[in-house]
């Protein structure tokens, strides 16, 4: 088996990489469930969504997340009532937290509806969220946002919801701290800890280390289960160049007191994993790594298409060129 640890985008193209050259039966991931969110009376997990469009070819491309061929009529009935429109959900996207939500108010479990998600969509990989339990990353203000078209002005200081922060105010105000509320309280869901324990390859998804692997990180348990696996535990940097291919991974490092540069992800990647994948472009900060106690494998990272994501798989699961 060979287990990746997976936020959104960045896990998804690299479960994608994997899927063209591991069985799939042989592929599972352990998935962030801190950018969930309950809106319109519906549970919504946008890492796990993200990831299983992804996987069955019907992601938007334009946008990244979401359904292709979606419309979003359902969108405009909520704007002319004046409702929560912010976060887009697409009317075929719909059709998911619909059926999730029912699920779950039957009384199945989270890890049990995703399966079947999954299996709706083709996909024989198995996809674990990290928790059946609630665990929400909250993100607190750096600095006055000023009201926007869909937001309202908040003072520095202020905690809000992760999807506040991204998707409301499109991530673009400075964050003071971030914090994984129910993190504590929070347990393994069934399988998470035994498919760190027995997988022969564990990945670090180069999703943002922390907001996407973070809150994985933060169930009891889970961490030290990869610390465990750390020679066999493989991560691969988000960062390339210094900045984020998407989002605001650079940003938050830099405000969180982290270096925004593969060294910075080497110091927060370095107790999980022997081995860190850094671009071509870092080449010249492979030495700098090692220097943190990792191996450093440098290799194209940029998953822009197909092939380049199985290559970067290849180079993971310890096949070289
Ligand atoms: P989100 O949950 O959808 O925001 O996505 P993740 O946390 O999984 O991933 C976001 C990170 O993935 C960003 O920091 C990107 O730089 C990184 N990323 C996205 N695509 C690629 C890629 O092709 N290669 C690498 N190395 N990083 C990527
Ligand atoms: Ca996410």
Redesign the pocket.
Known sequence: MILTL?????????LAGLMQVVPHDRLSAVV?VG?DLELHGLRIC??LD?ITYTLAGAINPET??GLVDETWQARTMLEQYGGISWFGLGDRDLGTHLYRTQRLREGADLTTVTAEIARAWGLSIRLLPVTEDALRTRVTLAADDPAGPDSPGLSAGTEISFQEY?VQRHHSVPVSAVRFAGAEEARPAAGVLEAIDAATTVVI????PL???APVLAVPGVRDAVIARREETIA?????AG????????RLLRELGHEPSVVGIARLHRDLAATL?I?EADADSAAAVEAEGMRCVVAP????TPE??AA?ARVVIGERP
């Open positions: 997976a936020g959104g985008v960045g896990a998804a193209r690299m962030n950018d946008p890492d993200t990244g997340w991204f998804a180069p999703s943002n907001v996407s692997i691969v940097s988000p960062i390339i900045t984020a291919l998407k989002g605001p991974a650079d994948v671009d990272t940029i998953m822009s380049r994501a970067l």
